[in-house]
């Protein structure tokens, strides 16, 4: 695996490797099937950055589930724009359904405050968060995240699902924007 990966005109430093992502979403898999034993919930995927996260998570639960999707967008190259847009809305009826929220990575916690009300308003029962990725020092809201893979700084990542404008979300480890 490369130490050192160049995405767009910026190179990243390794942050977490294949193997210590695999092994922390195997424990959460394990963590959330005890929570949902003799429950069905929704597995809510956010789009793009947190299908590859869902389909190894789902794999490691073995509860019966159901899968939907959202798309959500608040991100333009390495800034956030303040602003949540959802261009896909989930499919199913969540009403009165448990809902898990599937996402790559939390910063200021924005778009999961946006999804956690528009859930709300669809009538969901319960809304849960499962995230790969954690920035406690950015994060600017009270909402509980009940699974988080990994606590990190504010540094850029990418890979493992999340991109720089597109690129790098095949890259099978994450990494931080290199600083020096």
């Not at 898999?29 to 950055?49: C, D, F, N, T, W």
């Not at 999961?112 to 859930?119: S, V």
């Not at 849960?128 to 600017?140: G, Q, S, T, V």
């Amino acid at each position: 695996m490369n130490k050192l990966v160049k995405v767009h005109d910026r190179e990243f430093e390794i942050l977490l490797s294949r193997e210590e992502i695999a092994a922390r979403i195997e424990s959460m898999g394990h963590e959330i099937s005890a929570y949902y034993q003799m429950r069905k919930p929704v597995l809510l995927s956010v789009m793009h950055g947190a299908v590859i996260f869902a389909s190894d998570l789902v794999r490691a639960i073995d509860i019966p589930l159901e899968m939907d999707f959202v798309r959500l967008k608040s991100y333009s190259g390495m800034e956030s724009t303040g602003e949540v847009l959802m261009s896909q809305k989930w499919e199913k009826s969540l009403k009165n359904r448990e809902v898990l929220i599937l996402e790559d990575i939390i910063d200021s916690g924005t778009s999961m405050n946006f999804l956690i009300k528009k859930l709300r308003e669809a009538g969901a029962a319960d809304v849960k968060i499962a995230c790969l990725l954690f920035k406690p020092h950015a994060f600017r809201y009270e909402y509980p995240i009940a699974w988080k893979g990994f606590e990190i700084g504010n540094e850029f990542v990418v890979g493992f699902g999340l991109d720089y404008d597109g690129l790098g979300r095949n890259l099978p480890a994450i990494y931080q924007l290199k600083t020096s």
